[in-house]
């Protein structure tokens, strides 16, 4: 445990000495285009984002994911499952740190989702008769949610970001209750 800690205290160091000659160059670099490779291995979701660099404290991020695995849904006991399809997400910012080539940070969003549930539904024929089927329905929801993460730059413009969020759905009753945001975000600066 002793070599993983200083293994860890000598990366830090490292990457401040580093960090010293890229702040201007960094600082000139106002836009940022990512994506988040954990949603897209093992989610099957593709998750881009914009970032944009106020100053050196706040940024705006404009994230949209959309789910690719048509199949996605397993019923549950209940027999009622719920899936979100598409999402936007605007985003505000706030470094924790007063470096910019490594920090940590939080961060307030709205997450604007559409997606579908599946329901079991009693139709009838046209003879009256009664059965069951299992149908699609979709939804809409706007959700308020909160993160935080840590970010560094490596070569002065490749990004490496690890994020996790949560944020509650406020007005639909189909919709998902909570969506979890998260993961390793990789995202290229100019």
Request: net charge neutral; charged share 25%.
């Amino acid at each position: 445990m002793k070599k993983v800690f200083i293994v860890v205290l000598i990366f830090i160091g490292f990457q401040s000495l580093i960090a010293q000659n890229e702040y201007e160059d960094l600082r000139s670099r106002k836009y940022e285009v990512k994506m988040n490779v954990t949603d897209f291995l093992l989610l099957g979701k593709l998750n881009l984002e914009g970032e944009y660099f106020i100053d050196d404290d706040f940024s705006l991020i404009l994230n949209t994911q959309v789910n690719l695995y048509k199949d996605s849904f397993e019923l549950d006991d209940d027999g009622d499952n719920r899936v979100s399809t598409f999402q936007i997400l605007p985003t505000v910012r706030y470094s924790l740190s007063k470096k910019i080539h490594s920090f940590f940070y939080l961060e307030s969003y709205l997450n604007m989702n559409w997606g579908k549930y599946k329901k079991i539904k009693r139709l009838d024929d046209n003879l009256g008769n009664g059965y069951y089927r299992i149908v699609d329905e979709g939804f809409s929801d706007l959700a308020l949610g909160f993160g935080l993460g840590y970010k560094f730059y490596i070569k002065k413009r490749l990004g490496i970001d690890f994020n996790f969020g949560v944020a509650g759905n406020l007005f639909n009753d189909n919709s998902v209750k909570e969506i979890y945001k998260g993961g390793v975000v990789i995202g290229y600066r100019f």
